[in-house]
């Protein structure tokens, strides 16, 4: 298999409309396609980051809700490059979102930190 690189990231959310406004107007992804799907009440919202990262975001009637911590098997978190985290943490924080304190990664002394999605879905800004 030649894997050329990764598609997109599916995520599944509670609440579209807010889901929605997340990850549109404050991590600014674009909307390519919005699609409701009537058979199965719920959305397909197709978004776009910069250079063509994709996310998924669908909406079903009342999702069984997924464990996150403790640590468990499965998708850690979705992380996200930015070239500066203080800046970062301190444009979320002006949108309301909790933002834990920075830290340096051990191994390459890079700075990183993790905030929430409304779902609770773990989320990671890496300063390049």
Not at 101 to 112: A, H, L, N, Y
């Amino acid at each position: 298999m030649k894997t050329k690189r990764i598609h997109h990231v599916a995520i599944i959310c509670s609440d579209y409309q807010t889901s929605k406004h997340f990850y549109v107007n404050v991590l600014g992804f674009s909307v390519i396609n919005e699609t409701f799907r009537e058979s199965r009440n719920s959305y397909k919202l197709d978004l776009q980051l910069n250079s063509g990262d994709c996310i998924e975001l669908f909406s079903f009637p009342n999702p069984p809700q997924r464990v996150s911590r403790p640590e468990s098997c499965g998708l850690r978190h979705l992380a996200f490059e930015v070239d500066d985290i203080a800046e970062s943490v301190a444009y979320l924080q002006a949108k309301d979102v909790k933002v834990e304190e920075i830290r340096t990664d051990e191994i390459t002394g890079k700075r990183f930190t993790f905030f929430q999605d409304p779902d609770g879905l773990p989320l990671e800004i890496y300063e390049s």
